[in-house]
């Protein structure tokens, strides 16, 4: 029963991981046309070019490396839920 439920909780980190990756890259492809569309023609070019800059950075430093932690970490406990094993309620201390 125990290794049920973590292979659910694995199924289900992969999937946020593979949502995180896919999300970071559609955002950074659509987050500098989007501000270059708003931002074309006005006077403070600059900062919404800093502003840009700091949203693309967020972005790729959060995104991108919580994807791949979730994904790793789903491989890991898949790989685990097959080597659990029920204990009968014995004490296994020495």
């Known amino acids: 029963m125990q290794w049920e439920v973590q292979r659910r ?3 289900k980190y992969l999937l946020i991981g593979i949502a995180c990756v896919v999300l970071g890259a559609a955002l950074l492809q659509a987050i500098p046309a ?3 569309a708003v931002v074309t023609g006005l006077q403070t070019e600059a900062v919404a070019n800093s502003l840009l800059d700091l949203v693309l ?3 790729r430093w959060t ?3 919580l994807g791949a932690t979730l994904i790793g ?3 890991i406990l898949r790989e685990l839920a097959g080597q659990v094993t029920v204990s009968d309620g014995e004490d296994t201390e020495m």
């Open 9 to 11: 909780v694995a199924k």
């Open 34 to 36: 989007a501000f270059n």
């Open 63 to 65: 995104l991108f490396p």
């Open 57 to 59: 950075t967020t972005v």
């Open 73 to 75: 970490g789903s491989l």
